[in-house]
């Protein structure tokens, strides 16, 4: 089955659908079969993959409100070639509510990923709500490994620990969640306020995997007014390598988290 790989920040604008669509992309250049999952109501994701999210028919929400609904309905081929989605839509922000009187309402989203069709995929890829909800907490039950975006920000830290204590939670319900790495995200190469915060990050978690950082660039928010990822729109730009080698290090470090199991 594939390994399932969620982009987690409780915090907003950390550019957790960002790299989910562009370290998804650098999979897919790395020849995996990828599938990415919207869990976000804001459907950000989706539409940065062209979808019209106002006509869509089915959706995630579907499959968590339904767990006989078919997979194959909701599974579409996105913009970016190799790369599948399931798509969110706003609805999702319903499926809240609607989970709170549901059995086993943590664990939704893993019974939908645990579907022979999927096999056919290596990895699939969440881009999550920047929240601590019922949705995020599917997302950690469902998961096998987190990246954990990040902006350089003094605010940034303080959420961590938090996510942390989430995480430790979440252990009782999902025994293999690790996490694979900070991705340092937005990252201005002279900014002494970034370098400061990677230095704290290594020091506050050491055990926690620094992926290579992914550097400030408009050509970022270009892209997606594109409906496709960086590595399509330029792909020789140094912002694209740095989703490469983000991709690369994420690999290695699932392939290591296997090898530990
Ligand atoms: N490398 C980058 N350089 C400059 N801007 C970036 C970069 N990556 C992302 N951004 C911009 O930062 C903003 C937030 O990114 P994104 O939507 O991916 O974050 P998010 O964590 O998914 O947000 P939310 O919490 O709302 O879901 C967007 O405007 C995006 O275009
Ligand atoms: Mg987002």
């Known amino acids: ?91 999702l922000a319903a499926a809240e509510l609607e989970l709170l009187n549901e059995l086993e309402r943590e664990r939704r989203l893993q019974h939908v990923l645990d579907d022979e069709a999927l096999s056919a995929y290596d990895l699939i890829v969440i881009d999550s709500p920047p929240s601590l909800n019922i949705l995020s907490i599917n997302v950690l039950v469902a998961s096998d490994t987190l990246v954990i975006p990040i902006e350089p920000h003094p605010l940034s830290l303080m959420v ?47 055990d926690v995997r620094l992926l290579p950082p992914i550097p400030l660039s408009v050509k970022s928010a270009e892209s997606i007014v594109d409906h496709t990822s960086i590595l399509q729109y330029m792909p020789h730009s140094p912002l694209s390598n740095a989703y490469r080698k983000a991709a690369e290090a994420l690999e290695e470090q699932v392939a290591r988290e296997v090898a530990h199991e």
Do not use: C
């Not at 650098?26 to 990415?36: K, P, S, W």
């Not at 968590?64 to 989605?85: A, F, K, R, Y």
């Open 1 to 91: 089955m594939p390994t399932i790989v969620a982009f987690f920040n409780q915090k907003g604008g950390t550019a957790k659908t960002t790299s989910t669509l562009n370290v998804g992309a650098a999979l897919v250049e790395r020849g995996r079969r990828v599938l990415a999952l919207d869990l976000d109501p804001q459907a950000s994701l989706t539409m940065a993959l062209g979808v019209d999210v106002i006509n869509l028919e089915w959706s995630i929400y579907d499959l968590l409100s339904d767990p006989d609904h078919p997979l194959s309905d909701v599974i579409q081929e996105s913009t970016v070639p190799g790369m599948d989605l399931i798509p969110s839509h706003p609805d």
């Open 160 to 206: 961590l620990r938090r996510l942390f204590e989430t995480v430790n939670r979440i252990h009782r319900l999902n025994p293999r969640l690790s996490v694979a790495g900070f991705l340092p995200t937005k990252v201005h190469h002279s900014s002494r306020l970034a370098s400061d915060m990677i230095e704290m990050l290594r020091e506050q978690f050491p």
